[in-house]
Every structure is written in structure tokens, then in C-alpha cells.
């Protein structure tokens, strides 16, 4: 018997209408489009305005349409893990939300929070699941609405990050093509960058704590940009070596979308060209755990059965990793 492995067998995403430019950015903040431009890379942003919508509504479209693609009852779903810091609520999960407002209700359902590596981790927990030969369809969701926890009167965080959600499908393949390896790492010493810092049970919301402004994210740039760099280049190169690939053998590079910079790094770090890189940033900005599957939604037309791909991702707290897959269709 072949050993299962499990496969991306399809791919869903959506963003909201609304658009945030720099040229409205410029409006709100001291700040122009150049210098966002410059050194971020992004040009405007999606933000879920819809009163009361919050990250299962972004997710529910994107889960629906690959539903659609596959013609599969929502019953048939065994599994859906989310990955977000921006859930509907602390409890229940959102991936629980997630699978009553999509019908599967044989499925059950998780959060992974992970920040901007949410999804390659989740991915990760999904594919283990697959390869059990206890599931046959695995839902893995990146969500988050960045826009309910950014300060838009901080313009070193305000201009960096949108809305989105992207979701794959995960079923058992027996042929050499799926997800073949992952490298995942973490410091909890990077929380001192990257973090917000109430709302938990360290520091409860409290009058005080949102007077203060402490349920908005909070970034040390130069510190994460640095820690981004590094962590997101040494780590897909130590994949590359791990699996004997070279960047001649890999047809995408599908970064986290937090800033060209650090995307170009990773890029030259394993010696691939430009035009094998999945970028979207100036589009949508950083959608947390969303920016991979929606690069992998807007390719999808342009991938190919057999196709080498790397995922490679640097979140908060700190979180990184790499992800190799052989495209299954």
C-alpha cells in the first residue's frame, strides 16, 4: 500500500470591496505615498467594513468557493482548521463559526494562532490529519480582519496591514505530489517586538486598558524587520538543503506578504528569479495569515501538476517557517 501523503486539491480567497490607498492614508496620517511605496511595497489595502462582519465572514466565501470548484457537500468535510489573531471572539473558535455558517456539520473544528505564520502552520496540522488515514478532507483557512486591532493614528503599523482570507483544501494523495516537508520554528523572546499587549489573561481588558490604546497592535519595526529578514531566508534555504533542492528546482516562491524588502531577501537567499515569486503586497497588503492562500488563489491558474513550491512565512512572537509541495493539479 502506498503511503498517503496529503494534497492541495484546491484553493478559495476573498477580500472585501472597500480599498484603503496611500493616497487616503495620506488623508488620515502624516505619511505619502512614496515613502509607504518605498518601504513597504504596498500601494492600498482591503478593509471589511460591513458593520458587525467580522474574520468567519471573509472565511466562509473562500471555503464556499472551493465547495463549488469541488462540487463537495459542506457534510462531507471531516476537519477545518483556522488560522487567525483576529478571531470572531475568544471562544468559540472561529473555525467553528466558520463550519455552521458553511453547513458541515460532520466536521469538527479548531484556531491556530500563529500570526503571519498561521497558515503554514496550520497547514502543517492539517496535512498530519490527512496522513493518519483517519480524514479525507481537511479545510485549512488563513483569516484576519487587521483592521479591528490597528491604530489608523499609528503610522508605522496603519500602513502595513489589510484584510483577507484565503482557505485550501487537503485530501490523500498516493502519487509523489502534495506537501513533502516543513521546517517550523518560534521564539517567545520576539514578543517583546511584536505583540498586543492586553486583551489576554496576562492584562484582561479593563477601562484602563483601552484608554491606553493596549488592544492595538504593537511593532518594533526595526527589530521584526530584521528578525524577518533572517528568520524567513535561512529557513526556506535550510529546506532547500534538507530536500537537496537548489533555487533551479523550484518553480514559486509563495512568501508572507510583509514587505518586499523582506521578500527580495528570501528570494536572493535561495537564488531564484524574480518572476518565480507570488507577490500581491502592494494589492492587499499584510493580510496576517491570509497573505499565502490568497497568493495561492491568484496563481492558481498558472500552476501545474509536478510544480515545486516553497511557502515561507515570519510572524509575531516570533514565528517562522518554510513549507515544500509538489502541486497536485
Same mark, same amino acid.
Request: glycine fraction near 10%; hydrophobic fraction near 40%; proline fraction near 3%.
Given at each position: ?10 484553493? +478559495? ?9 496611500? /493616497?487616503?492614508?495620506? %488623508? ?6 512614496? @515613502? ?6 504596498? %500601494? ?10 467580522? /474574520? ?7 471555503? &464556499? ?14 476537519? #477545518? ?5 483576529? *478571531?470572531?471572539?475568544?471562544? *468559540?473558535? $472561529? ?13 469538527? !473544528? ?36 487587521? /483592521? ?15 484584510? !483577507?482570507? +484565503? ?5 490523500? /494523495? ?13 521564539? +517567545?523572546? +520576539? ?5 498586543? %499587549? ?5 492584562? *484582561? ?11 492595538? #497592535?504593537? &511593532? ?16 526556506? &534555504? ?13 518553480? @514559486? ?22 518572476? %518565480? ?10 493580510? $496576517?495569515?491570509? $497573505? ?22 515570519? !510572524?509575531?512572537?516570533? $514565528? ?10
Amino acid at each position: 500500500m502506498n503511503k498517503i501523503s496529503a494534497a492541495i486539491t484546491s484553493v +478559495g480567497g476573498y477580500v472585501p470591496e472597500t480599498k484603503l490607498t496611500n /493616497s487616503d492614508l495620506e %488623508k488620515m496620517i502624516d505619511t505619502s505615498d512614496e @515613502w509607504i511605496t518605498t518601504r513597504t511595497g504596498i %500601494k492600498e489595502r482591503r478593509i471589511l467594513r460591513t458593520p458587525g462582519a467580522a /474574520s468567519s465572514d471573509m472565511a466562509v466565501p473562500a471555503v &464556499q468557493e472551493i465547495l463549488r470548484k469541488k462540487n463537495i457537500d459542506p457534510k462531507e468535510i471531516d476537519c #477545518i482548521v483556522c488560522a487567525t489573531v483576529t *478571531p470572531d471572539m475568544l471562544f *468559540p473558535a $472561529t473555525a467553528n463559526l466558520i463550519g455552521h455558517k458553511i453547513g458541515a456539520t460532520n466536521a469538527f !473544528g479548531f484556531d491556530l494562532s500563529a500570526a503571519c505564520s498561521g497558515f503554514i502552520y496550520a497547514l502543517s496540522v492539517g496535512t498530519a490529519f490527512i496522513e493518519s488515514g483517519r480524514y479525507k478532507k481537511v479545510i485549512v483557512v488563513g483569516v484576519d480582519k487587521m /483592521s479591528s486591532i490597528v491604530d489608523y493614528t499609528d503610522r508605522t503599523t496603519c500602513i502595513i496591514f489589510g484584510d !483577507g482570507a +484565503g482557505a485550501v483544501l487537503l485530501e490523500p /494523495s498516493t502519487d509523489e505530489n502534495g506537501i513533502i516537508d516543513a521546517i517550523l520554528k518560534s521564539d +517567545g523572546s +520576539g514578543k517583546d517586538y511584536l505583540h498586543m %499587549k492586553a486583551g489576554g489573561s496576562a492584562k *484582561p481588558a479593563s477601562i484602563e486598558t483601552v484608554t491606553a490604546g493596549d488592544h492595538f #497592535i504593537y &511593532q518594533e519595526g526595526k527589530h521584526v524587520f530584521k528578525f524577518a529578514v533572517t528568520g524567513m531566508a535561512d529557513v526556506s &534555504q535550510e529546506l532547500l538543503e534538507k530536500n537537496n533542492l537548489t533555487g533551479d528546482d523550484i518553480d @514559486w516562491l509563495v512568501p508572507h506578504q510583509a514587505n518586499l524588502r523582506i521578500i527580495d531577501a528570501t528570494r536572493s537567499r535561495i537564488g531564484l528569479a524574480e518572476e %518565480k515569486v507570488m507577490i500581491n503586497i502592494h494589492k492587499y497588503g499584510n493580510t $496576517t495569515a491570509a $497573505t499565502i492562500p490568497l497568493c495561492l488563489w491568484e496563481w492558481e491558474s498558472k500552476l501545474k501538476k509536478g510544480d515545486n513550491i516553497v511557502l515561507a512565512a515570519f !510572524g509575531g512572537g516570533f $514565528t517562522w517557517g518554510a513549507t515544500y509541495i509538489k502541486w497536485a493539479y
